[in-house]
């Protein structure tokens, strides 16, 4: 859980993505543009920003337009992590006219999806206040976790494990089929497993539990807040402590005053708003 420094993502981790975004949206071919556009026309496009918004993926944006047009002219006004009002001009494209508008979508796509992640993570950070740090999880849309999460970091939060090959989390479910928490952390222990163990407990009782089994991180499920003070208060000096479930914005500085460790939102990549973007093409 260790905050991950925001750095560009490799090309690598989108490229593959990009192209099969495009492949979905082009089809058999993208028979207006084909149609309307000469193939030797040259055209400006702007990304225009409608609302205020935390700006994440214009590497991944650029992608789809340079797939189409390998020559296109790139001039990003605005870089990821920054704060954009409306009407600001975020990024200009020059090149083809038939391969900005073919993109156009796919690219507003990725922009706005990743733009709404970070812009409600960085609402969650700041009602936090410093106090308690604010994670990611898994509920991410199947095969862009990584971009999801990259969007995470701009935004300023940390990432959660990225995968169930990155950090041991004995869940209920778990503990119901192991028999109980002290018997699904005991089966973890002859694993010897080297990462920290984390536990979901439901109740006070769960969390003594936990604790009795030496877990390091106790993930405190849906928990009412005086419960969550008195769980902190038991985990003081034995684990660290993460608050999960039920949370929203209006509860952030309520519960950042409880003294956990951490608080994971999966609203962050599963329900952030779309934020308005759009791109504008004219005659070069």
């Known amino acids: 859980m260790k905050a991950m420094p925001f750095e560009p993502l490799d090309p690598g ?37 409608k609302s205020s918004c935390v700006i994440a993926g214009l590497d991944i944006a650029s992608e789809a337009f340079r797939q189409l047009d390998p020559g296109v002219a790139v001039d990003v006004r605005r870089a990821d992590g920054e704060r954009c009002e409306p009407a600001m001009v975020v990024a200009e494209y020059r090149g083809q006219a038939s391969a900005l508008l073919t993109a156009e979508r796919t690219a507003l796509n990725f922009l706005q999806r990743l733009s709404a992640i970070a812009t409600l993570t960085r609402q969650f950070v700041e ?21 999801e999460k990259y969007a995470v970091r701009v935004g300023g939060g940390v990432n959660h494990r990225g995968g169930l090959d990155e950090g041991i989390l004995i869940k209920d479910n778990h503990v ?19 990462m ?44 660290k402590t993460e ?14 005053a409880t003294g956990a460790d951490y608080i994971s939102v999966g609203a962050l990549t599963h329900s952030a708003p779309a934020v308005d973007l759009s791109f504008e093409i004219e005659p070069a």
């Open 13 to 49: 981790m989108y490229r593959e993505i990009v192209r099969r975004a495009l492949a979905e949206d082009f089809g058999w071919g993208d028979v207006t543009t084909e149609t309307v556009i000469d193939r030797d026309q040259r055209a400006r496009g702007i990304v225009l920003s």
């Open 127 to 147: 009602a936090a206040g410093g106090r308690v740090t604010v994670l990611d999880t898994r509920k991410t849309t199947p095969l862009l976790r990584a971009l």
């Open 176 to 194: 119901r089929l192991a028999g109980g928490v002290e018997q699904a952390v005991r089966r973890m222990r002859k694993g010897n497993r080297e």
């Open 196 to 239: 920290p163990t984390e536990v979901e407990a439901q109740t006070l009782g769960q969390v003594d539990d936990a604790l009795r089994a030496g877990a390091e991180i106790i993930l405190l499920d849906n928990l009412s807040t005086p419960d969550i003070v008195e769980a902190v208060r038991r985990c003081r000096g034995r684990a």
């Open 243 to 256: 608050i999960s479930g039920g949370v929203t914005l209006p509860r952030m500085r309520e519960l950042a």
